[in-house]
């Protein structure tokens, strides 16, 4: 008996150190010190551990009443403890309808018009649209003036890392220049290679679905998912002017696709880390432009199959995004509002294709994230602007969410002249994608105690407000 309990007590420990060893190595690749530290004291302890129980071993302590006593309360500490953790303690039913879950009211379909970006692209002061638009919504003139005169949504381009931004301002303006040249009509929705015949080709939504998720990952696509196009997440009315088309700015948006296509693409590790240093606003533009490719080659090759399709990226949105990736199983939606995806956490970006071509629809996962988030608030202790909420998720346009700000979110971009991302970088969910942290987000996505250890483990590791951290030398600001 008592060496059985040794034995349990042992290889429970051998496994802790092998697990704190690859924490520590990878805190290292990861260039994160304080978790190095912190790790480094976790094996030293594991390690004595092991020392512990082979002094007492060798000294017959365990063959005592006390001995096998304390030898039991051991085994039941050091082995039981995981099995604690890796049981599943929750179900969140409403995770598991997808962005339906969060429906409480009416929701209105959201007018792409009053988007920060499109107010400031389109609405040039003296045109007809700016006329019309502030006539119904003079709310926003005063604050869309004064953004004007800042220089738009990022002020001044790389201001945080003045006088050394210009090579990271003209890697990532190459990159948003990418995007614009996929977004013509005609590119955006492809009528299909004319070398192909005018009939649909025949194929189940089985192998559709199939082919159609297989040429997008061979495409570079991380995550990608199907969900029915819910016209709930439709925008109402045009508001993006890109190419001078001006005829289109208001137009309502008549889409009647039934599936949407949805994929992430992998932001760096590294250049998030940097933020809100001009490395992350490359890295965002840089996935925006990967995204454009896939969904511009996604859309021309179901065109090709002789169905209707529309890519939708970074210069051409019909859609929000974020509820129809929920709805897709990619994920689930943070207290910042990005998409939390499992394996990439909030650092990727979408990009998405809508078709008639009958597909399979992918269901909606529950990760744990809404729990995580409740009790964790990271983002918003780290947030400069306070513009990410500490209070509980309350009713917006008829969904329960956690409201951010982004009229003072966009005045810190036009600050620092970057598009910030401090919150993507500190989030727990955005670690590299390391054995560890792969372990934790199966151990979080499983279980209410693991959410609650790590969310204080992660405030330990990397501290309560982590600084941005050096990039790659080929990006560096300073
Ligand atoms: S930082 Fe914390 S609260 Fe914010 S989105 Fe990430 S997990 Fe949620
Ligand atoms: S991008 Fe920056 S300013 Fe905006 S919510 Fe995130 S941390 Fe706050």
């Not at 260039?31 to 000294?59: C, H, P, W």
């Not at 045009?238 to 949407?260: A, C, M, P, S, T």
């Not at 970057?418 to 199966?442: E, F």
Request: hydrophobic content about 40%.
């Amino acid at each position: 008996m008592t060496d059985i309990l040794i034995f349990i007590t042992a290889l429970s420990l051998v496994i802790h150190v092998l697990i704190c060893l690859t924490f520590f190595i990878s805190c290292i690749r990861e260039k994160e010190r304080r978790a190095a530290g912190f790790s480094g004291l976790q094996l030293a302890v594991a390690l004595g551990l092991f020392g512990v129980l082979y002094f007492l071993k060798s000294s017959g302590f365990f063959d005592s009443k006390n001995g096998l006593v304390a030898l039991g309360v051991g085994v039941i500490f050091i082995a039981l403890t995981p099995l604690l953790l890796v049981m599943k303690t929750s179900r969140n039913n409403k995770a598991l309808a997808g962005a339906k879950g969060l429906v409480v009211g009416s929701v209105e379909r959201f007018d792409e018009r009053e988007t920060v970006f499109s107010r400031n692209r389109a609405l040039r002061p003296g045109s007809q649209q700016y006329q019309r638009f502030y006539a119904q919504h003079p709310e926003y003139e005063e604050y869309d003036t004064a953004r004007r005169k800042l220089g738009g949504p990022v002020g001044k381009p790389g201001l945080i890392d003045k006088p050394h931004e210009k090579p990271n301002l003209a890697a990532s303006v190459a990159s948003v220049n990418f995007s614009l040249h996929l977004s013509v009509p005609e590119i955006v929705t492809p009528q299909g290679f004319s070398g192909f015949k005018d009939e649909s080709v025949s194929l189940s939504p089985a192998e559709a679905t199939e082919r159609v998720k297989g040429f997008g990952r061979h495409l570079g696509a991380g995550l990608i998912g199907i969900t029915e196009l819910d016209p709930s997440w439709i925008y109402s009315h045009r508001g993006e002017i890109f190419h001078e088309n001006w005829q289109d700015w208001g137009r309502e948006i008549d889409l009647n696709h039934k599936y949407v296509i949805i994929f992430t693409t992998e932001m760096s590790f590294e250049m998030i880390a940097a933020a809100p240093h001009t490395p992350t606003s490359i890295e965002s533009r840089v996935q925006y432009a990967k995204g454009a490719a896939i969904a511009t080659q996604l859309a021309a090759f179901i065109a090709n199959l002789g169905y209707a399709a529309t890519a939708n990226h970074f210069r051409h949105y019909d859609l929000l995004l974020v509820p129809l990736a929920v709805d897709a199983g990619l994920g689930e939606m943070g207290r910042f509002g990005y998409l939390i995806t499992k394996k990439f956490g909030p650092r990727v970006r979408l990009a998405a294709v809508t078709t008639d071509l009958p597909l399979i629809a992918d269901k909606p996962v529950d990760i744990g994230v809404e729990d995580f988030c409740r009790d964790c608030k990271k983002c918003a202790i780290c947030c400069p602007s306070n513009s990410i909420t500490m209070a509980d998720q309350r009713e917006v346009n008829g969904s329960l969410r956690w409201k951010l700000d982004e009229e003072t979110c966009f005045e810190y971009w036009g600050k620092v002249g970057t598009g910030c991302n401090i919150c993507m970088r500190v989030c727990p969910w955005s670690h590299a994608g390391t054995l560890p942290h792969q372990l934790i987000k199966i151990l979080v996505s499983r279980n209410r105690m693991a959410r609650r250890l790590f969310t204080t483990m992660d405030d330990i590791f990397y501290g309560k407000k982590p600084k941005p951290k050096e990039p790659p030398a080929w990006a560096r600001f300073n």
